[in-house]
């Protein structure tokens, strides 16, 4: 897995289109109004898609975050 | 198409502005991915305005059906679940699965049917709807083995196959194809995860092929007019000048099946409207003996003209559509040899040129397959079956109106022009004409199905759906025309009218009846010249219909009275 952290900015911007990219870089589910319940599953969904790498159902409960996300596919990509 | 492809479309298209397209996607799940994906897919196939898709509330699909019905959309996409038809075939129900439950469940899903089927025709009568059947599996609850079907399972099906016939037959609502969205195998359709997790049944790559399947059935391709066909190796199998009328064949016994599937083929295009003509080099004579053949599987008077001669056949090809009066875009041209097609792709360049693949069963297949796609059209019409016999009283027309005079050629033919005023939302025929003519047509602009409803819906809404017929048949409604009367005044927004009327002087009955009915003395047009629409702007030189310095074209009703001449036909007027 190549280029982690850009290739989730690019699906931030396809699910968060008016974010700039350092907003990006820092948005969450608490700093973020139009991150709701759908934005989620949409932006992990994504996600997932970019990376053909299926999230588990507790993953949609703790990757709330950029940092988090690019963290958690970072940990994948150490131990694949 | 990817969920980010579909992402990244949505984002590019909301930039474009201009005309809001509102469509309902209308199911009982959580919609999600499926909205996004049919979302993109008609930003691809509307390249202009701005498209929005609403959709309602979780697990209520009548009542979502009902709310599409309410808006203002211009269409609806209906997907129906095993879960809407009872909610314990969902995953996410807990009503149990007990042996018991099912003839409930059976008796419950009748009447889910019904009251499907009656919101149904609420949104056909304000909307073209596209119905997407139950695709994910049936719950593992039969008694069988999973490759044994259960009783259960059957009459589900059952259930379904009636629900979809009865309302395949209600103008305006369409099915998708099951073998179109079977392409996706049953086993990786379901998204049990994403279904517990969110109530969002479908994987990714399913729900991309049902809302291109969604899309594709509500935006068809404007179906092709005409076939062109080759005859030698082609309709028949061998040269007829070589081996003779009684030699070429088409059947079993010669292994020459592949041409007699082809002329079937046509036959059935024929019979659904289709303009079939000939075109070989050959001498006239020699083919039709060939065609005079009481075995050829279609009838040979469906075949108009018939070309033959030893020209390149693209002469052939010019005379033809000269003969049909329609454009080389509506037209596809079947020949066996490759240097035929190319020579009239040359000349033609918009013609859809197919080669016939001989003897090779499978291309032959994928080629009447194809040519079912590319004339298919939702609904059949009256028009389509008068289409080949009107093109020939229109060429006999023309040979006769060109010898006599013509003012009293015209009135000879005892011709009667109807003229329905009605608002009439069931009668398809109008806007089939105003989205397919070309030539007279006020300005090229088309109108989706659902616009179509809301001009019907306008009080101030102007609409006359023009009939003719005389002595040699009828024509059918073959002009509409289509505007608003606003303080005193007719602003004409679209008047078309079928090649197959022209010359006829009906264009001037339909102004003379439109300033009488709207009791008005002016007429504005909302023209625009298009590079098809030359008849049109030599009607408007012909009856002095010009621009004036603010850029609107005008009519008087004392021009129009001025230079006039005597109307030929009866003129009949429905209003009600």
Redesign the interface.
Known sequence: MNNIPERVS??FA??F?DLREEEIQRASTTSLATWD??AH??LL??IA??FAL?FE?ED?EELVSYPLIVDHLENKARHA | M???QA??II?SG?DRGGENKLHYLVCGF?P??LK?LFWAHLFERLPKGNVEVHNGVYGDLPGNLAMAAESPAIAAAVVVEWSDIDSRLGLRSSGGWLEEVKPDILSTAQQRYSHIETALLNVARRMPAVIVPPSLPLLPIGNTVGAQASVMELELEQQLASFLLRISRVPGLRIVQRSRIEQIPVADRLDA??E???G?PYT?PFADVLAGSLADVLYQAAPKKGLITDLDDTLWSGVVGEVGTERVSWDQEHHTQTNGLYQQMLGHLASCGVLLAACSKNEISTVESALAREDLFLKADSIFPVCANWEPKSQSVAEILRTWNIGADAVVFVDDSSMELDEVKRVFPRITCRQFPGKDATKVWQLLCELRDLFGKPLLMEEDRLRQASIRASTRIHEVGESAGFPEFLRSLNGTITLDWRLDASEKRPLELINKTNQFNLNGLRISEGEWQRFLEDQNTELAVVSYQDKFGPLGKIAVVLGTKTNGIVKVSHWVMSCRAFSRRLEYHILNRLFRRADTEEIQFAFQATDRNEPLQKFFRDAGIRQDPEGTYRLSRTAFLAQREALPHKELNITK
């Open positions: 690019r699906c396809n699910v289109p319940s759908l599953v949409t969904s994504a898609e970019e299926p159902l949609f | 990817t969920l980010n992402l990244a984002n909301k959580e999600l991915h996004t995860k994403m517990l997790l969110a969002f990714v």
